[in-house]
Each structure stands twice: as C-alpha cells, then as structure tokens.
C-alpha cells in the first residue's frame, strides 16, 4: 500500500514535473544568490579555501532546507486540490502507509535535487570531491533525506489543506531540522576535507543525523495518523 | 552604578511583560465570563 | 450576579502573595544585596534572569506532561489540554523575558548581547519551538480536534529538544577558544546573593502559577462559551428546518 502511494506521487510528478520545472531552477537560484550574498576577495584562512568553498556544504544543506518547504507543500497540494487526503482516510488507507507511502516519494525527489545541488556546488564554488569522504558523503546524504523527507511529511500533513496554514510550514519545520542542518554540515565539511578536516572527524556527526532520521522516522509513523485525523 | 539603565532595564521588562500580560489575561477572562451562567463555571 | 472574573479567593490571596514576592525581589535585588567581586553590579540582573529561565523550562515540561495525559488517559479531558496550552503560553512569555535579560547580562558582562554557545542556542531554538506550538493551537476546528494536534507538536517538540542540544554542544564544543577566552560565566553566589535569587524563584514561581491558573480558566470559559454558541446556532437552525417543513 505503501508502495502504492509512493508510486503515484511520483507519477504525478513525472507527469507534473513541478519539482523538476520550478523547485530545481528554484533551489540553482539560491545557490546563485548565495555567491552574490558571500563571494569576497580576501580569504579568511590560511589553508587556501576561498569563503565560497568553505561554506559550501552549509550552502548545500541550507538550499536543500528551502526547496524542501517547496516539496513539502507541493506532496501535500496534489492531496488538497481534490480532498484526495480524507478520501483517501475515509477509504480506509492506513496512515502508516500513507506517512511511508508520501515520505518515500519525497525522499526520491530530495535525494535527485541534493545531488544537483552538490553539483552545483562543484561548478560554481569550487568544491572539490575527495575519494577518501565518499563513503561518509553518500551516507550523510541518504540519511539526512530520509530524516528529512520523514520529518516534511509530518509536518505537512498538519499544515497542509485550509488556508492560513501554508505559512506555518516554514515555521514548525525549519527549527525541527536544526539537528540535520548542523550534523550534515559538518560531515559533509569532513566528507570533502574543507579546511582539512579529518574524514573520521565526520562520522560522529553523521551519527548524529542517523539518530535524527531513526527518531523521527519512528515519530513520524506513530504521530500521523492522529496530526491529519480531522 | 554606571550600567544602571541595564539592570533597572532588565527589572521594568520583566516585570512589565508579566503585568502586561497579566492585565491581557484578566481582561480577556472578563470578557469570557461576562455571558457565562454561574454552573459554567467550575471553579466558583 | 457577580462581577464577572476568573478569579477566588484563593487566587486573590495567591495573586497577593505574587506581588509580596516581588516587592521583596525588588528589595533584594536592587537594593540590600551586594555587588559581586567579579561582575560588580550586573549581577542583580541574575536575580531576574535565573528565575525567569527556570520557569519557562518548568513551564514546557508541565506543557509536555500535560499534552501526554491528555493523550494517552482514558478519558482525555480537555481540562489537561488547556492546562498544556496556558502552560505553554506562559512559558514563551517566561522564555521572552530570559532571552532579553540574558542578552542585557551578557552585553554588561562579556559585551556582547548574543553568544552561539550551547545553552544560548537551544534557548533561542526552544523559544521559537513552542512559539510554533502557539501558532498550532491556533488552527481551529474543534476542542478535541486542536487538543489532539498540540498534544502530538509537544510531545514530539519534546522529542526533538535532546536532539538539539546534543547536537548544538557538539558544534560549540568546536570552539572552544571563544568561551575559554570569555570571563567565565558561572557566578559564584553566597549568604545575601542566594538567598535573593531565591526570593526571585519563589516570585516568579508564584507568578507564574496565578498566571496559568487564571489562563487556564480563560480557555475554558472560552470554549464554553464556544460550545453554547454552536449549540444555540444548531437549535436554530433545527427551530428553522421544521418551521419551512410546517410552512
């Protein structure tokens, strides 16, 4: 069942191509304004990085935090148009699938648009992949996007459908993924050696996203069912 | 006292963000109770 | 009939005792309690501060219990929904007043209003957290419908809190060399000093309780007046329906 709704949200947006055709251009903007806002010519550290390079992976992670908004609310629109969220509920589909149903959907296009964004990075900051991170930088971004995409699909699910309740999205969410923003950040930092930082310094903060994700994988499951219930 | 502003700052907003809000809730209880029969009411 | 009021006899004396509590604050903090060797006279904010920052956390954790009562109890009575919700609106109000007085501390003693060390940022992030726990109870729909959705933002704002500090310490914890270059921020409190920051915790705490209690029956007089309403409304448009029928 849950497979099921996973598949039918991405069908809707293969077919939509929202995501593709206005949250990625979206999600390059910032990238772009990012380095209007804080490419400098003088270098702050010594080890050669320009400030570009060095805040790249909190570029990343803080581009991603705002496309995901955009997901969030666009997963749960395809709902809201045509009371698709309580038929669905009134037809007697489990929350538990769809939470895992919708949650894995947004998972796939947050997992496709950070991989953009890290390209992007590397066109245009510099950025420079290290062979030794890779390991550490491909678990950092599943992991972070499964706690994402777990944690946006909770929340959505409250804040989706009347009006007024769109603006609270950005609100409840943001605060909530303090932890990713911080803990992906720096693994990602170590992942490519930005101020040459040991790759093993990484891990811990990785861990510390894998707990984010567990939790509120688990918190998601049990809590949306009642947060949608109307 | 040379930071004086600062300390008797730090006493006027907090005590008068509660009196602030204290006065809001009082006002706001009034008007609640005002149309209320008096077995609506649980505490009296 | 009665002046109309939320309050008893027992919340008047309660009420009276409160204001007692901060004259006597007053008192002590800007008056008969000395300066401190180290941070001179800025410490008497402390006495408003501490206070005020022990309240708004036992303010959240009554809002956490209270949210997990409602949901998990046979019976969930909404009497512990609104006890979260005034809770919680008194707490941001304790949490406001922290946050302020703890930058006018921090610009007298380090000369800065802000610091991203630890406690600071998981301060600032609980703040802005129940503040969007307010904004959740304001969705409308009915009683049970808003007590349900607060009571699972709480429980999992209380979920989420560990998180943030654990993962705030161990960013701070990477630089080190700001706090180890500060004064320390600790205040060494003896005889007089204590026994004002004592004065101030019993204050804020008795403050703090007239303030939910009075709240708390706001809400409930509200949703009473909420629940006539619809009643009225529904009988109306009953009285309405049958009368077309006859006419």
Redesign the interface.
Known sequence: MAGLVARKDLRVEGRGRVALNQVLPFAFIVMVMFAFALERLPTPANTGDTLLELVAPGLIWLATLFSLLLLVQRSFAIEADDGALDALRVAGVDPVALFLGKASALAVQLAALEAVLLGAALLLYGTELRAGGVVLLVATWLTATCGLAAVGTLYGGLAAGARGRETLLPLLLLPVVAPVLIGATRAVEAALGIEDTAIADGWPWFGVVAVFAVAFGAGGVLAFGPLIDE | ?E??G??????A???G??AV??WR??A???R?????P?D????? | ??T?????RATRALGGSALGG?GWL?AF??GFSPSDRNQ???V??LY??VP?AWLAYLAFVVTAVASGVYLFSKRHALGWDRLAGASAE?GV?FM??TL??GM??G??TWGVFWEWDARLTTTAFLFVTYIGYLAVRRLGGTHEQRARRSAVIALLAVLEIPLVHWSVRLWRSLHQEATVLRPDGEVKMDGLMLFSLFVGIVAFTL?YV??VI??Q??M???D??ED?GLDAALAARRAEATTVEVG
Do not use: C, N, Q
């Open positions: 006292m930071d004086a600062f300390i008797v700052g730090s006493y907003v907090a005590l963000a509660i809000y204290a809730v009082l706001r209880a009034r609640a109770t005002a149309d209320l008096e609506a009411k649980p505490w009296t | 009939m009665t109309p009021s939320t309050g008893t901060v007053l903090g800007l001179a006279e800025s008497r904010i408003v501060h005020s008194v109000l406001g007043i302020v007085t006018l501390w610009r007298l403050l007239w303030l009075h709240r029956r706001t409930a007089a509200e009473a007046l006539r």
